[in-house]
Nanobody
Framework: QVQLVESGGGLVQAGGSLRLSCAASGRTFSAYAMAWFRQAPGKERVFVARISESGGATEYADSVKGRFTISRDNVNDMMYLQMDSLKPEDTAVYYC???????????????WGQGTQVTVSS
């Protein structure tokens, strides 16, 4: 089992920045790929970014590419999402997840945090 806890969400104006954190505990953190997903009200949970087990490979949804940066610290069992140039359409609950997969499909990630709300005002 891996337990995940997100933090760092909040209210920010368009064009601003936030940094989300995900603290992991339980099984070996570095054994899992990690990902961020988000879910807006009334919409499905969608992929945002993914980072490989070692942190050497990252990928992003087209909607956030160039604005968001995913990173991880395997010494301290932490993952981060730096979000810059935020837009109102980035408003959602953001979830961190862990899984042994290269896919961007939520159901392929067995471990999830409780989510943190990000609200971007125009």
């Amino acid at each position: 089992q891996v337990q995940l806890v997100e933090s760092g969400g909040g209210l920010v104006q368009a064009g601003g920045s936030l940094r989300l954190s995900c603290a992991a505990s339980g099984r070996t953190f570095s054994a899992y790929a990690m990902a961020w997903f988000r879910q807006a009200p009334g919409k499905e949970r969608v992929f945002v970014a993914r980072i490989s087990e070692s942190g050497g490979a990252t990928e992003y949804a087209d909607s956030v590419k160039g604005r968001f940066t995913i990173s991880r610290d395997n010494v301290n069992d932490m993952m981060y999402l730096q979000m810059d140039s935020l837009k109102p359409e980035d408003t959602a609950v953001y979830y961190c997840s862990a899984g042994d997969t290269r896919l961007r499909i939520p159901k392929r990630y067995p471990y999830w945090g409780q989510g943190t709300q990000v609200t971007v005002s125009s």
